[in-house]
């Protein structure tokens, strides 16, 4: 009996990756192979020739987005099954030797795959010039975050909160609820009060600065490298009355100190899912900011994703597609470089399964309004959105990825107390859920 379609593509990813495929593979000829009641992989002849040059992860990715490969079932089930297999030992990640080109050519020539490289789909990022220069973080920051305040408002909803929510009720919890209680958490942990300095830097689209004025009194300053954002953020305070307590400023982190912010200006300083933004090599002068732009007293909460060292990056998809130039860090690096700046650290807040809970209820969002995200975007940004939300989740969940709300102080470092933290006995100041 002749070999099919299907089960040559699949004999040449068991080759690849080590050991079986757990998702069902249909070609272009109706052929079909592997487990009948898994998620099944709709293979075309042009997503075999993006896997010819691009094989992994970017490869498959581009494939989705461009419409060359489609999933018929559960989407997050088919990639939780492929990554349990890896984890697991049954798949490796594909390595190829020399000695493997020629077999794959003969394969990819009896499929018909061979041919000139498919373009990649649009909405991929172009940057250019030194990593984490200023001019190329301004370029990653508004691929990512200048797509569309129309698109955000639609998948953030009222709070604007692009970053975990804290679900204190349970992963049911309304997603605008969970955001507010995280604002709180955040205001309680620094001990935000009337009249009081609060730098957010990374402010996003201001629901933090918003929130700790009204809600709390604090005069709030919110940093940002995105146009559009600061555009939204101008507007938003302006239309909520808090002119008065709230600025908004664009500029680079690394130019706060010396250009309008004085050292030791304020009570409490923020950094909200921004220092994954700040490379490794970047991230010690961060940390200084941090410190230097608090009063003795004063105290830091960053909240930040973290990865084991190997895995630092986003991976293949999310820089191309997503957050280039993205690094995360291991929280114990992270917590060593505050150390080091000088802050002194005081506790770390894990909130892994938070945010699987989070990128769930942007997914549901996505999907209930998706007519009007492809109207909006695209249907390659809309698939981007969907593949990253869908994958970011089961990262959260399966413990590939975390997050966590490190606060830490600057101690008094002279004066007639020396080392005084500011800091209360106990975690009951911030733990009213």
């Given amino acids: 009996m002749p070999i099919t379609s299907a089960q040559r593509i699949a004999g040449v990813a068991e080759h690849v990756l080590g050991g079986p495929l757990p998702i069902r593979i249909r070609a272009w000829d109706g052929s079909e192979t592997g487990p009948p009641e898994a998620p099944t992989l709709v293979v ?28 018929e079932g559960d989407l997050a ?25 020629p077999r794959l050519a003969v394969a990819a020539a009896r499929l018909g795959a061979l041919g000139r490289r498919p373009p990649r789909p649009g909405a991929h990022a172009l940057l250019s010039g030194d990593k984490h220069s200023r001019d190329r973080d301004r370029a990653a920051i508004a691929h990512h975050y200048d797509l569309s305040n129309e698109f955000y408002e639609l998948l953030l909803g009222p709070t604007m909160a692009y ?31 009337p009249g009081q300095r609060h730098l957010d830097i990374g402010c996003g689209w201001g629901s933090l600065i918003c929130h700790a004025a009204e809600h709390y009194g604090t005069r709030s ?30 500029a680079d982190y690394r130019e706060l100190i010396g250009s309008g912010t004085d050292r030791a200006a304020f009570d409490a300083v923020t950094s909200i899912e921004m220092g994954e933004h700040v490379g490794d090599d970047e991230y010690p002068v961060f940390a ?22 190997t895995q630092a990056g986003g991976g293949p998809f999310i820089e191309t597609y997503i957050a280039p130039d993205m690094h995360m860090k291991p929280v114990g690096s992270t917590v060593s470089m505050l150390g080091e700046a000088g802050l002194e650290v005081r506790d770390v ?16 969002i996505l999907e ?5 995200v492809v109207a909006m975007t695209g249907e390659v940004n809309a698939r981007v959105w969907r593949l990253y939300l869908i994958g970011g989740g089961l990262a959260f969940e399966q413990n590939r990825m975390g ?25 009951r100041a911030w733990e009213r859920d």
């Fill in 403 to 427: 997050v966590d709300q490190i606060l830490a102080c600057r101690p008094d470092e002279g004066g007639a107390t020396p080392g005084r933290s500011g800091m209360p006995p106990t975690r």
């Fill in 163 to 193: 970053s975990c929510a804290y679900f204190t009720q349970g992963p049911d919890q309304d997603l605008d609820d969970a955001q507010r209680a995280k604002l709180d958490l955040i205001c309680r942990k620094l001990g935000l009060g």
């Fill in 44 to 71: 075309s002849r042009r997503a075999l020739r993006r896997l010819v040059y691009s094989p992994g992860e970017l490869g498959l990715a581009e494939g989705y987005l461009a419409g060359d490969l489609e999933v």
């Fill in 288 to 309: 200084r900011i941090l410190h230097d732009v608090l009063r003795p007293g004063g105290r830091a909460l960053v909240q930040q994703m973290s990865r084991g060292r």
């Fill in 221 to 250: 300053v919110g940093v940002t490298l995105s146009r559009a954002q600061y555009d939204f953020v101008a507007k938003r305070v302006a239309a909520a009355g808090l002119s008065d307590l709230v600025t908004v400023r664009l």
């Fill in 349 to 364: 807040h894990a909130l892994r399964e938070h945010y699987g809970w989070t990128a769930l209820a942007w997914l549901r």
């Fill in 368 to 372: 209930d309004r998706w007519a009007e």
């Fill in 77 to 101: 089930a088919g990639l939780s099954a492929v990554w349990a297999a890896t984890r697991q030992g049954d798949l490796a990640r594909p390595r190829l030797r020399l000695t493997d080109y």
